[in-house]
């Protein structure tokens, strides 16, 4: 160790003053919050979140599906407020004082067949949105389609679902849990 190593290292370990903040504190909102008269903290909370999926699979062998909304079932969230909740008819409808989320999807399937389309789109209330697409995959195997997180304007009451379409050739199983979802996070 040199000189200059030596001398630092002493000045550090010899310094005086300064107090370990201890303690707890409930932090609720995002940005700097004092925490002791030493020390801040930079907060960011986790915003609102739910999670929702279906807890039944749903079997379409032969023919067409256009625009067939895959109702949500079950939903986990970080929620501490009405901002995010699933609808009866399997939607995530948008709270008061929300104008921003990030939403994302995902649709796990077992083709039957190796022919045919499958895309997954997010309404807002009736109008698509978002849109994924997928085409010819192996027969007898499970497939995912995923809508990457987009954020998207929002205003109280909107509703968010999925839907599928898929053409008469192609056959079909849209698994359950984890594997078919759609997430919604508050954005603004």
């Not at 300064?18 to 004092?34: A, K, S, V």
């Not at 067409?64 to 008819?89: F, R």
């Not at 978002?130 to 027969?139: G, I, R, T």
Request: hydrophobic share 35%; aromatic share 6%.
């Amino acid at each position: 160790m040199d000189l200059l190593t030596t001398l630092i290292l002493n000045k550090l370990k010899n310094r005086k003053g300064g107090i370990t903040p201890t303690g707890t504190i409930n932090i609720t909102t995002n940005g700097e919050t004092d925490v002791t008269t030493y020390a801040t903290a930079n907060v960011n909370v986790q915003d609102d979140i739910i999670y929702a999926n279906i807890t039944n699979r749903i079997t379409n062998t032969g023919a067409a599906w256009a625009g067939v909304k895959v109702p949500m079932e079950t939903a986990t969230t970080s929620l501490t407020s009405s901002k995010l909740s699933l609808t009866e008819d399997g939607g995530i409808k948008i709270g008061s004082g929300v104008s921003k989320i990030m939403v994302s999807a995902k649709l796990t399937y077992f083709s039957y067949n190796s022919t045919g389309e499958v895309d997954i789109s997010i309404y807002k209330n009736s109008t698509e949105i978002f849109h994924a697409y997928e085409s010819a995959k192996v027969s007898g195997e499970i497939h995912s389609i995923n809508l990457n997180p987009v954020l998207t304007s929002c205003a109280e009451n909107d509703v968010f679902y999925l839907y599928v379409n898929k053409n008469a050739s192609s056959s079909m199983t849209i698994l359950e849990g984890a594997s078919t979802n759609i997430v919604v996070e508050v954005a603004g």
